[in-house]
Nanobody
Framework: QVRLVESGGGSVQAGGSLRLSCKEPGSTDTPYCMAWFRQAPGKEREGVSCISWSGRSSFIAESVKGRFTISQDNAKNTLYLQMNSLKPEDTAMYYC?????????????????WGQGTQVTVSS
């Protein structure tokens, strides 16, 4: 069983930055594709970015391209999302997800393992 724990959310003003972390405190024996999703109230869950186990391949949604960066530190079992130039429309609950298959996807149904989420609120 994979357990994912997100942290780093908070409240910031527009133009500010936050770095989200997602730690998988268990075994690192099985490689995973990792991703960040977000869900605002009344909206569907949206894929933000995903990264391969090797870190050599990644996708990022057009809505955050140029502002958000995904990265990972496999030695620390931790996934990151650096968020810069935040906008009020980035306000959402952000979730970390993982899957044992190695193909990249920004579709929520692709992922088998989910964290509990961390709230990001951006004020204007």
């Amino acid at each position: 069983q994979v357990r994912l724990v997100e942290s780093g959310g908070g409240s910031v003003q527009a133009g500010g930055s936050l770095r989200l972390s997602c730690k998988e405190p268990g075994s690192t024996d099985t490689p995973y594709c990792m991703a960040w999703f977000r869900q605002a109230p009344g909206k569907e869950r949206e894929g933000v970015s995903c990264i391969s186990w090797s870190g050599r391949s990644s996708f990022i949604a057009e809505s955050v391209k140029g502002r958000f960066t995904i990265s990972q530190d496999n030695a620390k079992n931790t996934l990151y999302l650096q968020m810069n130039s935040l906008k009020p429309e980035d306000t959402a609950m952000y979730y970390c997800a993982a899957d044992s298959r190695l193909s990249l996807s920004l579709e929520p149904d692709w992922y088998n393992y989910w964290g509990q989420g961390t709230q990001v609120t951006v004020s204007s």
